[in-house]
């Protein structure tokens, strides 16, 4: 019902009543599709090299039982200064879903055209800079790690109390 008072009974895509990108990721009128794309390659990119820095064990590491408020405080980061372009997705299924979901729920099959068929760009780009972000983090921090010094083979398994119990 909000929704139908909000938009004067019809449920709109783009425009000033559109109440679509309430669930899923839509281009800004100023975004094109190529830096959209660009876009969310790069968050996700840096997301999950920060995601693979603080877990490492061989960095200094966040305090044991802080890490979901430092990938939370990350997220936020991400989302404040690169969320104004398209919602910053960063996860294939924060957009599918929802996508399909208003598809059948009254917007239409538009939610596929809408932006220039920007409906691929968010389940494509993370997926390609999650491998970018995984792949830089493993190229140029991990694989210069010293080796493991004896005894330091278990400490991963040691931090996390639910591994070893």
């Not at 909000?2 to 669930?23: C, H, R, V, W, Y």
């Not at 064990?57 to 039982?65: D, E, I, L, R």
């Not at 999650?130 to 004896?150: D, K, T």
């Amino acid at each position: 019902d909000a929704f139908m008072e909000f938009s004067d009974g019809k449920l709109e895509i783009t425009g000033p009543n559109a109440t679509a990108q309430i669930f899923a990721t839509y281009p800004a009128p100023y975004l094109s599709l190529i830096n959209g794309f660009a876009d969310q390659v790069m968050s996700t990119a840096v997301l999950l090299l920060a995601i693979f820095a603080l877990f490492d064990t061989k960095n200094n590491s966040v305090p044991k039982g802080l890490e979901p408020i430092a990938v939370g405080l990350l997220i936020i980061v991400l989302t404040c200064s690169l969320g104004m372009n398209s919602g910053c997705a960063m996860n294939p299924a924060r957009d599918l879903g929802p996508r399909l979901f208003t598809a059948v729920a009254g917007w239409g099959m538009e939610v596929f055209t809408a932006g220039n068929h920007w409906w691929w760009v968010p389940i494509v780009a993370p997926l390609l800079g999650g491998v970018l972000g995984a792949m830089i983090y493993i190229i140029f921090i991990e694989m210069h790690h010293s080796a493991p010094q004896s005894g330091e083979e278990n400490e991963a398994h040691a931090k996390y109390e639910l591994t070893n119990m």
